[in-house]
Every structure is written in structure tokens, then in C-alpha cells.
């Protein structure tokens, strides 16, 4: 991989993570402007989520901390039990379905990409529309069953174009909670499935090796994610502390989709 492949899909992966219009969708796409998917870009992938991480704990470090500090000093083990709720679907299925979810044929599959693209932006489109489960003042209110909802819609993020963060606001928007709120939980809950991918990928000597030999490529690319991943919260995370609605995200990922369909028609 060359320097600027790194850089270009550092700066993806970091924008589109935290931004609700799928990461693995436009990493796909760059990867096909830059010259086409490389053998081992699913390790390469699964390797940059480090720098989307840091800049997620940075984020969050206030918020995680009084987690914490409910669990082992106030008791309160509410949202804790809820993250982990939300989080078991996915890793169920992430187990499950592996081998589909890396071959070759699903996870760069244009068509299906922007399907999925197309799908959650209408999704997007109608949730101002739909008639919503009572209104929650902030997710600290989730029952077990809501949150047990948006682990379900996190599984759906397993098929790529659709965006986990995406999936799951629309989830959270739908058992009651506003776009900040919803925005809030689904980032908090993606912290222990990225570390789980971080842990299982440092498990495999194979990728190991794949450090060692592009170590200074994964570098640039988490360093560039890093940054532009911390930008891509603050500018979501403002905006929909001022306007509570997904519709740009949606009108951005329709329009996307179509031209993908049709390029790859053309083709």
C-alpha cells in the first residue's frame, strides 16, 4: 500500500465512523478510487479502527469515567447493563456469520453496499415521520428492552453500506430517544465491539505479522483517523445538539447510493 492510500483511507475511516453514512461503504469506494481492494484491506480495516477508538475514549473520557464511578461507587449499574445488553446481539452474530461478513464477494459487493446505503437513509428520512415509543429524557432512561432494540439494529450494521452508528441512532430514535441522546448511546455502546475487534484481531499471529510488516502505513492512517475522527464527533455531535433531525445524513446517503448503482450498471 502506498502513502497516500493510507492517508485517503485514514481520512475516511476517521470522517465517516462518527458520521452516519457508513464507514465501510465509502472505505469500499475509496478503495476502488485509489486503485482497487488489496488482498489484506479487511485486516488493513480492521487495524484503523484503532485511531477512531483513541479519539472515541478521548471524547467520551468524562462520560466513561462516571460510569465507572456509578458502578463501583454510587451502584448504579444501569447504563452499564444496557451497553452490554445492546452489545451482545452483534457479537452473537459477528461470531456467527465471520466467514460471509469477510469474504470477498459480501463485503465489497457494490450492489449491496449501496442498497444498504439507500435503505437506512430512507430510514432516516421517515424516523421524523414514524410514531415514536414515549420520549426519554436521556439514555441513562433505556429499559432492558429498548436497549436490547438497538443491539438488534447493531447486528444490521454488519452488512456493509449500512453504518452501525446509523442504524443504531434510528434504533434509539425509535424507543423514545432524541438524535443527541440516540448519537450518545450508540457511541458509548461501540466502544466494547471495537476493543473486541482490536483484541481478536492482536490474537491471530498472522496479524501480528501484518503489523510488523506495515507498521508505519497503519501509523499515518491511525494518526489521520485520530484527528479527523475527534472533528467528525464535535461536528455531529453540535449539530445535532442544535437540530434534532437525521435528514441530511439520509438525502446524503440515497443520492450516494444512486450513483453508485449506476456507475456499477455502466460499468
Known sequence: ???????WLGLTQGVTEF?????????E?????LGG??????LFLEFINLGTLLALLIFYRKRIWQIIVDIFVNHNFRLAINVIITTIPAVIAGLLLSDIIESSWFFSNMIVIACAMALIGIAMLAIDRLPKMSKLKSENELTKPRALMIGLAQCVALIPGTSRSGSTIVAGRLTGLDSKSAADYSFLASIPIMLGVMAKSMISSSSREYIAANWQMLALSNAI???????AIYFVMKYLRKKNSLKPFGIYRIVLALIIIVFELLR
Open 37 to 42: 481492494r488489496s488482498a489484506d484491506f479487511h
Open 225 to 231: 483517523a485520530f484527528v479527523s475522527g475527534l472533528i
Open 1 to 7: 500500500m502506498e502513502w497516500y492510500q493510507s492517508f
Open 29 to 33: 469506494v475509496m478503495q476502488q478510487v
Open 19 to 27: 458520521i452516519p453514512v457508513s464507514s465501510s461503504g465509502h472505505l
